[in-house]
């Protein structure tokens, strides 16, 4: 999946972002809040966009200004000032004709996105992960002296997680004056609180009140052992998919099509673990992977699923199609397929097949479905030789029409 530049102008500085674009149908767009002076390029930040993208909603994650590539500087910044940057994002998004529907903020950057998004009004839905209610939490972290000194001075530095940043009172001030109990009660937008009982930075507690704050629709997910920052094994990808399927019933609806030259298969890396796939295939996009056993996520079908769902959908469309050039009454066609790896048999590769046919058939009828099966296009492939050609750079032009299953299809059951 490609990432973009997208840089645009903040309220008090220029914005550095980047734009993650899904490999194939676009369902929507979506904004990414990074937590407190993180970044776009840290890496929870990252892999939940690249994760919604791979979900086939193009996402935008930057930099608040004076942080990372983004212009101006925390010590003239204030929290008031991200939330502006957030409104900031989601207008250049859509002047450049990706609206943004959903909004996730992270840690203190889901309580910029619960500031923000009364603003915002192309935002359908909220997700905050791992966020504060009470947004002067942050000043925990300062300590106390740091805070006396920024009082006393005007600004001052304070080190967090072992680099220096430097803030003013200016930011002080304006946390001291946020109600946001009243932004989460005022929202009426669909909101999702998703965090970890065992966060230590955030105790879950902030998401209680964040959760007894909102109005319906409002959903709360409690992500088991994750720590603040999403740092195991697939959880900010585990969140992403959360959020995604939370999210679908308010974004735009795709219709999908498959254009008459479309009929190449791509796959291509998400870069999100080992082995996940973004799979483009006849106008809709998908997900392979590998199970968790083998160093995948198992966020979907494995290659090997995929060509048993080929040999399924073939002998279940090949059946319709005989049974309605007989006129039987057949009301539903089932088939499932299983692959197994033989030892000391050839071939070693098993696929087997179990077709339920539902109906007024006769024995007879149904025996004969059961024959027809085995000319399907694919089981006729699976039982053939095959010849595959590779060659470097892009996937050449397709060279079949989009109706050649059918029609070998129907020259199988017609003979």
């Not at 209680?208 to 195991?232: E, N, Q, Y």
Request: with cysteine; glycine share 10%; aromatic share 6%.
């Amino acid at each position: 999946m490609p990432t973009e530049v997208f840089d645009f102008p903040g309220t008090r500085a220029a914005i550095a972002g980047r734009l993650e674009i899904p490999a194939g149908p676009v369902r929507g767009w979506a904004l990414v809040a990074h937590c407190f002076t993180c970044g776009k390029d840290q890496l929870v930040a990252v892999r939940i966009a690249r994760a919604l993208a791979a979900q086939g909603i193009g996402t935008l994650r930057f930099d608040f200004a004076g942080i990372g590539e983004s212009g101006g500087s925390l010590a003239e910044g204030s929290f008031a000032d991200d939330a502006r940057d957030i409104v900031a994002a989601a207008e250049a998004m859509a002047a450049a004709g990706k609206a943004p529907a959903l909004l996730v903020g992270h840690s203190f950057g889901g309580a910029a996105a619960l500031a923000a998004a009364g603003d915002m009004p192309s935002i359908r839905a909220v997700a905050t992960i791992a966020a504060p209610f009470d947004v002067t939490h942050v000043l925990r972290h300062f300590g106390e002296e740091a805070l006396a000194a920024i009082e006393r001075d005007g600004s001052g530095d304070v080190t967090l997680a072992g680099r220096p940043f430097r803030f003013g009172k200016r930011f002080l001030d304006d946390l001291r004056q946020q109600d946001q109990g009243a932004r989460i009660e005022a929202l009426r937008k669909p909101l999702l609180v998703l965090h970890g009982p065992l966060d230590h930075v955030v105790d879950v507690e902030n998401a209680t009140a964040i959760f007894l704050a909102a109005r319906h629709p409002k959903s709360f997910v409690s992500l088991d052992k994750a720590d603040h920052m999403l740092s195991g094994d697939g959880e900010a990808e585990h969140v992403a998919a959360m959020i995604s399927t939370w999210a679908a019933p308010y974004l735009p609806k795709v219709e999908l099509t498959r254009d008459a030259g479309d009929a190449d298969v791509v796959a291509e890396e998400t870069r999100a673990g080992r082995f996940q796939v973004a799979i483009q295939a006849g106008g809709t996009s998908f997900l392979a992977d590998e199970p968790e056993s083998v160093g995948g996520l198992g966020s979907g079908p494995t290659p090997y699923d995929l060509l048993s769902a080929g040999l399924a959908a073939c002998t279940t469309m090949t059946l319709r199609l005989y049974a309605d050039q007989k006129g039987w009454p057949v009301e539903r066609i089932r088939t499932a397929v299983g692959h197994a790896k033989r030892k000391d048999e050839q071939p070693a590769d098993l696929f087997t097949r179990r077709i339920e046919i539902e109906g007024q058939v006769d024995n007879e009828q149904r025996a004969r479905m059961l024959e027809i099966a085995d000319r399907c296009p694919v089981h006729r492939t699976l039982e053939s030789a095959a010849a595959v050609t590779t060659s470097a750079g892009a996937p050449p032009a397709a060279t079949d029409p989009i109706d050649a299953h059918m029609e070998a299809a129907a020259r199988l059951v017609d003979g």
